[in-house]
């Protein structure tokens, strides 16, 4: 090929080329020996390396060049990428700081124009980059935001504050990052659902719906709450330091409500509705297996509670009651608002309570009870015992203490643990 007479000739033929084979690399080396000085070829040349595997040779070469010329765009954001591929925290905290050295120079010239924003925040950038990538989302969060109060802008910086907003708990300032990136970029479907998930965490839904119709969705009502019901679901979060997955109900693009019953006190709770990142964790089920698709569940991360429910829990475990009676009670909790679920199987046994030692164990139920705020513990003590009567019954310790009967709360204690119940666990 005819070599190219100026720098923008052999840019324009080097973006002609749609393969990085050994014709481009030789063209590329060619155009960087005649225009030496032209940082963008230099730029060009670095990336191309670094994509075939050179990436320490290319920091090698660009770096001089970065050094002794003044910032240009190319060479920074090159380097930064490279730095940011090999991660070099230290070369990208030498970058932030040649940037700001060199933009105080700038400003210190007499007639000196301040160094261009975009070129000058790019060192904080690729730190905050570095910090997202180490998952620090509190030193990424600052980072980025030091980016955007420099003046830069740009969808992959007000989409990343936006995500960073939200997990780290702070929707209204998710929202007007949002806002933002929704102007910079209308129609842009990552930054509708960015809409979606703040707005839904601030209870907006006008701009829930707005932004749900440019996805495409339809919703049941027009004004108020959204209040669907779409799916059943589990919501991936942390309960008291370990990660469950909660069965829960999708009730619109961004929320859910929980309906596992988890122990008292603990967040989230059976009744809570959840605000959601509507990105599944888990992987599709086959296409061609229609029993998979029929049990599969979609895994979404929870991003933060909407509204608490006012439940509170109490724990059912010992002897396993005749079917009839525990059916009974389980109806009297459910009369009142609340539900009794079990969690234990079969294999489930314990000692019971006054037998030998060599006696036979005998199978055994632990569950799981909520209720609204409103109910009285006292009324369904006395459910509890209206229920199972004189025949086999668990041991309900927290509903006594909740009832306020300190006595019997400490004798069921000691009679569930000489049957072998752990009630720490």
């Given amino acids: 090929a005819e070599p190219a007479d100026t720098p923008e000739a052999a840019l324009q033929a080097l973006e002609a080329l749609t393969t990085a084979d050994e014709e481009t690399l030789d063209r590329l080396e060619a155009a960087a020996a005649r225009f030496p000085e032209d940082h963008r070829l230099a730029a060009w040349r670095a990336r191309l390396w670094d994509a075939a595997g050179f990436g320490r040779e290319a920091l090698a070469m660009l770096r001089p060049r970065f050094e002794a010329a003044p910032p240009s765009f190319?060479?920074?954001?090159?380097?930064?990428?490279?730095?940011?591929?090999?991660?070099?925290?230290?070369?990208?905290?030498?970058?932030?700081?040649?940037?700001?050295?060199?933009?105080?120079?700038?400003?210190?010239?007499?007639?000196?124009?301040?160094?261009?924003?975009?070129?000058?925040?790019?060192?904080?950038?690729?730190?905050?980059?570095?910090?997202?990538?180490?998952?620090?989302?509190?030193?990424?969060?600052?980072?980025?935001?030091?980016?955007?109060?420099?003046?830069?802008?740009?969808?992959?910086?007000?989409?990343?504050?936006?995500?960073?907003?939200?997990?780290?708990?702070?929707?209204?300032?998710?929202?007007?990052?949002?806002?933002?990136?929704?102007?910079?970029?209308?129609?842009?479907?990552?930054?509708?659902?960015?809409?979606?998930?703040?707005?839904?965490?601030?209870?907006?839904?006008?701009?829930?719906?707005?932004?749900?119709?440019?996805?495409?969705?339809?919703f049941e009502a027009e004004d108020g709450p959204i209040d669907d019901v779409w799916n059943a679901c589990l919501v991936r979060c942390d309960v008291n330091g370990r990660q469950r997955d909660l069965y829960a109900l999708r009730r619109g693009p961004a929320q859910a409500e929980i309906l596992e019953i988890l122990p008292h006190g603990a967040r989230p709770q059976r009744g809570d509705r959840v605000v959601i990142r509507p990105a599944p964790q888990n992987a599709p089920p086959p296409e061609d297996d229609a029993e998979a698709q029929a049990r599969h569940l979609w895994v979404y991360p929870l991003l933060g509670t909407l509204h608490a429910a006012d439940f509170w829990g109490f724990t059912v475990d010992g002897p396993k009651p005749a079917e009839a009676d525990w059916q009974s009670f389980r109806e009297a909790?459910?009369?009142?608002?609340?539900?009794?679920?079990?969690?234990?199987?079969?294999?489930?046994?314990?000692?019971?309570?006054?037998?030998?030692?060599?006696?036979?164990?005998?199978?055994?139920?632990?569950?799981?009870?909520?209720?609204?705020?409103?109910?009285?513990?006292?009324?369904?003590?006395?459910?509890?015992?209206?229920?199972?009567?004189?025949?086999?019954?668990?041991?309900?310790?927290?509903?006594?203490?909740?009832?306020?009967?300190?006595?019997?709360?400490?004798?069921?204690?000691?009679?569930?643990?000489?049957?072998?119940?752990?009630?720490?666990?």
């Fill in 74 to 218: 190319d060479l920074t954001i090159t380097l930064g990428a490279l730095l940011h591929g090999q991660k070099d925290d230290a070369g990208l905290a030498a970058l932030a700081e040649h940037l700001d050295a060199a933009a105080r120079a700038a400003l210190a010239e007499p007639d000196g124009a301040p160094l261009e924003p975009r070129i000058a925040s790019l060192g904080l950038w690729f730190q905050a980059l570095r910090a997202r990538d180490a998952q620090d989302p509190t030193l990424a969060y600052a980072l980025a935001g030091r980016v955007l109060a420099s003046g830069a802008r740009g969808q992959r910086l007000l989409t990343m504050l936006a995500e960073l907003a939200l997990e780290l708990g702070r929707p209204a300032e998710a929202m007007q990052h949002a806002d933002a990136l929704d102007a910079l970029a209308p129609g842009d479907r990552d930054a509708a659902w960015l809409v979606v998930m703040a707005g839904t965490w601030v209870a907006d839904w006008d701009r829930v719906r707005t932004a749900g119709a440019a996805l495409g969705m339809r």
């Fill in 333 to 425: 909790v459910r009369d009142r608002g609340g539900d009794v679920h079990i969690h234990s199987g079969d294999r489930y046994v314990l000692r019971a309570p006054d037998a030998d030692e060599d006696a036979p164990p005998v199978p055994a139920i632990f569950a799981r009870g909520a209720l609204p705020a409103g109910v009285e513990a006292a009324d369904i003590l006395a459910r509890f015992d209206a229920c199972f009567g004189a025949g086999t019954r668990p041991f309900v310790p927290e509903l006594a203490h909740h009832a306020g009967d300190a006595d019997r709360a400490r004798s069921e204690l000691e009679l569930g643990r000489q049957a072998g119940v752990d009630f720490e666990s």
